[in-house]
């Protein structure tokens, strides 16, 4: 045998919210624990608003995060400030988290540019969504070569589902990112389903986390419906790449109970026992019931906090829907860093036209 190594399985709770082991320290926070569980509750709340907005036409096409709350609150809660987010379609909880607003997450599924404009500095210096699959991996290994670089203590935090990591530019990440040692973060969000295609036919391996064996670092898989053990490995991962061991593929393992997208009826093609059995292990209703074991949570605080996230989301549907139109040249502004001399000409006529269809509708 010239190498072995060991993929570790993280889990703390059961389906019901039992303990299943001894917990971290960390754990004996329950403040901590209250402030991520409300989060996820919030995450939930406005991930249904954004359905129902979508469904009566008032957004664009959008990715549900229903039943992987737990994966982007833990994600957003462990990182840094200074850290660099680099998302894909399906991060509103980690978003969230980062201090990007509800609003501005409608205005991006809205077709509006001031959604990629966040106003909270963390946020800020974050990627916007990616929607191509996997290519966000590369930008991620290109911020974190900066910071090896200019020896900042700074990680890059990727995310993906299980269909980006078939990607060449997925692979193509993994290898730079193994070859150079870069402080990154891979996190993958395993929810069984790229889109129609299940799992088990996409790749021949046992598990996703396998992949960075290959690539000559570290991965390891948690169960993506337990906060408490999501929060806990991704502390793990992003201090190890933080201080110059390398960097990490996390495997999440979760469900996707909702459609891909709003364009998507996943009932054509999912069993309906596989998503009922899915509902039983969800992360939510996980982490209420162990807290309500611990006898830090009930129904009268559950039914509170159910009314604080609804009247939130209330709001920030409010502010999207007051935010106007925006500047008929954000459709070209946001395409090149300097606008090149040859399509100058349509950005010159697309502001002429602009201001006559103004003036032809002032005079009404």
């Known amino acids: 045998m010239l190498h072995k190594v060991e993929l570790p399985y993280t889990r703390f ?3 019901d919210g039992q303990l299943l082991g001894e917990l971290p320290a960390w754990a004996d926070d329950f403040n901590l624990l209250t402030r991520l569980y409300r989060q996820m509750v919030l995450t939930r709340l406005f991930d249904q608003k954004a359905v129902a907005l979508q469904r009566t036409g008032r957004i ?33 909880a980690v978003q969230l988290m980062r201090g990007v607003r509800m609003e501005e997450i409608l205005l991006y599924w809205g077709g509006d540019e001031r959604g990629s404009d966040f106003a909270e500095p963390a946020a800020a210096q974050d990627f916007p969504i990616c ?16 910071f090896k670089i200019r020896g900042e203590h700074r990680v890059a935090v990727t995310t993906c589902g299980d269909g980006a990591t078939s990607k060449g530019d997925f692979l193509e990440a993994l290898n730079v990112a193994g070859a150079w040692q870069l402080p990154v973060v891979f996190v993958v969000n395993n929810n069984q389903w790229a889109i129609s295609v299940p799992r088990r036919i996409q790749c021949g391996a046992p598990t996703l986390a396998q992949k960075a064996i ?21 502390q793990v991962a992003l201090e190890r790449a933080r201080h110059g061991k390398g960097p990490v ?7 996707r109970l909702g459609d891909h997208t709003t364009a998507d009826d996943a009932t054509r093609y999912r069993p309906a026992d596989e998503v009922k059995q899915a509902w039983l292990e969800e992360p939510v209703k996980r982490l209420q019931r162990f807290m309500v074991g611990q006898g830090v949570w009930d129904e009268g605080r559950e039914q509170a906090l159910i009314s ?18 925006q500047a008929p040249e954000s459709v070209m502004d946001h395409v090149y860093a300097q606008w090149p001399a040859s399509l100058a000409g349509q950005r010159e006529e697309l502001l002429e036209r602009a201001a006559r269809r103004a003036g032809d509708s002032s005079h009404e």
């Open 13 to 15: 709770l059961s389906p």
């Open 60 to 92: 664009g096409t959008y990715a549900p995060t229903l039943g992987q709350e737990a994966i982007g609150v833990a994600v957003g809660s462990v990182m840094h400030a200074e850290d660099v987010l680099i998302p894909y379609y399906r991060d509103t």
């Open 131 to 146: 929607v191509p699959i996997a290519t966000q991996a590369l930008h991620a290994c290109g911020v974190a070569s900066a």
């Open 214 to 234: 290959g690539a000559g670092f570290h991965g390891e898989q948690v169960d993506g419906n337990d906060m408490l053990a999501v929060y806990d490995r991704v």
């Open 249 to 255: 593929l996390l495997e999440c393992l979760s469900y």
């Open 308 to 325: 604080e996230c609804q009247g939130l989301v209330q709001r920030a549907v409010d502010n999207f829907e007051t935010a106007g139109i």
